[in-house]
C-alpha cells in the first residue's frame, strides 16, 4: 500500500513541478530541481525516513532499466543518419566523454575530496540509469552520482544555449551532439527547442555517451582512480 502511495505522490509532484516550468519557464523551476525539493520538505513534514521513502518509491526505480533498453529505439528510428554521421558522432562523444571524466577526475583532486565521493561524481555526465551502474562498477554511491547527474543535466541545459549563441554554432548536428553530450537528458529536451535534428543528434550522443563511458568504467576509471595528483 505504501509502494502505491509514494509512487503516486511523486508522480504527483513530478507533474506539479512540470507545470510550474511549463507556465515559468525559469531555469531554477526545472522539475529536476524543483521536484526533489518539494519531496524533501514532504519527507521532513510527514517524519517519513529517507530509507523508507527509497523503499516504499523502488518502483519507479525498477522503471530505469527499461527505459535504458528504450535508447534502442532512437537508434533504430535514425538508423541512416547514425551510418551517416557514425565517425563524427563516435570521435565527439568519446572526447566529450574523456574530458568530462578526466576534468572531474583533476578537480576532484584538486579540492582534495575522498575517492568514494570522486567515484560516484565522475558519471556525472551520462543518463541517470547508465551512471548508476558505472557507479556501482567502480564503487561509487549511486544515490550521489544520481544528484549531480541531475545538476549537471540541469546546469548544463542553461548553460549550453548561451554557449551555442556565443561560439555561433550554427549546424543541427553540432548543437545537438554538444547538448546531448554535455546536458544529456535535460540538454535533449533543450535540443527538441532547437528543431527535431538536433534533438536527433542530441539524443544519439546520450545514448553514445551512456555505452562510452561504460567502456570507460571497466578499462580506465579503475586506474585512473590509482593515480595520486599534487596541486
Not at 4 to 28: E, H, M, N, Q
Not at 57 to 62: G, K, P, R, W
Amino acid at each position: 500500500m505504501m509502494t502505491i502511495l509514494f509512487t503516486v505522490i511523486t508522480y504527483i509532484i513530478y507533474r506539479i513541478s512540470k507545470k510550474i516550468y511549463g507556465k515559468w519557464a525559469i531555469p531554477f523551476f526545472h522539475p529536476l530541481l524543483i521536484a526533489p525539493i518539494l519531496l524533501i520538505v514532504l519527507i521532513f513534514l510527514t517524519h517519513v525516513s529517507a530509507n523508507q521513502y527509497l523503499k516504499d518509491s523502488q518502483l519507479l526505480t525498477h522503471l530505469l532499466g527499461p527505459a535504458t533498453i528504450a535508447f534502442a529505439v532512437p537508434i533504430y528510428k535514425n538508423l541512416k543518419i547514425v551510418k551517416k554521421y557514425l565517425g563524427t558522432i563516435i570521435l565527439s562523444i568519446t572526447t566529450g566523454t574523456l574530458v568530462a571524466i578526466f576534468s572531474t577526475f583533476v578537480l576532484s583532486k584538486m579540492f582534495h575530496l575522498n575517492p568514494d565521493f570522486i567515484t560516484s561524481i565522475i558519471p556525472r555526465s551520462i543518463t541517470t540509469p547508465i551512471a548508476i551502474e558505472v557507479s556501482k562498477e567502480i564503487g561509487g554511491l549511486p544515490t550521489l552520482t544520481t544528484v549531480f547527474v541531475i545538476l549537471t543535466g540541469v546546469i548544463g541545459g542553461m548553460v549550453g544555449p548561451m554557449v551555442i549563441k556565443w561560439l555561433s554554432i550554427k549546424t543541427p548536428i553540432a548543437r545537438g551532439l554538444a547538448l546531448g553530450m554535455g546536458a544529456h537528458g535535460a540538454g535533449t529536451n533543450k535540443a527538441m527547442e532547437y528543431g527535431e535534428n538536433e534533438a536527433t543528434f542530441s539524443s544519439l550522443a546520450m545514448i553514445f555517451a551512456a555505452w562510452i563511458t561504460l567502456i570507460w568504467g571497466a578499462l580506465l576509471i579503475p586506474g585512473m582512480m590509482k593515480i595520486h595528483l599534487i596541486f
